[in-house]
């Protein structure tokens, strides 16, 4: 099948430190992976490379996007070619609202009726992340990825500091932003999810999930599946049970 992403070999540092140590990774269009691993394995420092965040520094290897190479490609072009990514922390913006935000994400929708989506209307007029809580900057970043609808969406912990009736909102949103409300012959749009508790996967549709460790995928197979084996056995003891070497 046809790779929206592929990965080959990627080697990246950041502050002088090797974090990625040889990732490959193929996302297929239509596809929502989830991505597990320990604090400090290179998941966010994943994301944010795919993204073109530059403080990080591709060493060796490569990323394609819908066939192209996009590994020297600044954020913002990645960004026009459709990809899109919620933060973990994103900074707040100081004199943008946040329905102005959504408006500049994409001129063509409307503001109120995406922030609706997320049950977000009262922060239309609040100032960007600015006083928000952890659970609300969930949701100010998702309602700009369902205006920006970019073909490839990245979340990072969407549902950490989520309360339990907004994650299902969360759950609904990322759905939709990957097409699996869609019959999946149309669809084209594919996801990358980190969670450390994987309470998301209640909520979502996700066909694969891929295990970190030290800066390499050491383990890929079935989300429910390696999730239960990480919580009975810890990272290691479900890589040695479900991927032995
Ligand atoms: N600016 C930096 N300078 C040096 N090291 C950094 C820098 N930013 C991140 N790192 C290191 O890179 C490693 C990978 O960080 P990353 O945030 O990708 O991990 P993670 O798997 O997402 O962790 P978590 O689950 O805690 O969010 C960590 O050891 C981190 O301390």
Redo the contacts with the bound molecule.
Sequence with gaps: MFGLLEIEDLHVS????M?LKGINLKINRGENHALF??????????L?TIAGVP?YIVERGRILFKGNDITHLSMDERARMGIGIAF?SPPAIRGLKLKDLIKLCNPEVNPEKVLKEVNFLEFADREVNRGFSGGEIKRSELAQLLAQRPELVML??PDSGVDLENIKLIGRAINKLTEKDTKPSKRIRSGIV?T?FGHILDYISVDKAHV?ME?TIVCTGSPREILEQIKTRGYEGCVRCLCPT
């Design positions: 950041i502050g002088g430190r974090v691993g320990p604090n400090g394995c290179g998941k966010t420092t994943l944010n403080r973990q990072d912990e980190i450390h970190m800066g």
